[in-house]
């Protein structure tokens, strides 16, 4: 029994999300990156590595 239900899909895609934006930064696409990284921020405000990039990019 699980004490909080969580939506699966929508982690997976929060995940698929930030890891795209990683890429894009990685290869110095900037817009389209930060773009990624407010929308996981939007679906998860408190995912670390979203709020971690941001503050290193500060964007």
Known sequence: MLLFEEDLERRQEITANFLEAQSLIGLKQLQPG??????????????????????????
Do not use: F, P, W, Y
């Open 34 to 59: 930060s773009e990624l990284l407010r929308r996981v921020l939007h679906d998860d405000k408190n995912h670390i590595g979203a709020i971690d990039m941001m503050r290193t990019l500060e964007i």
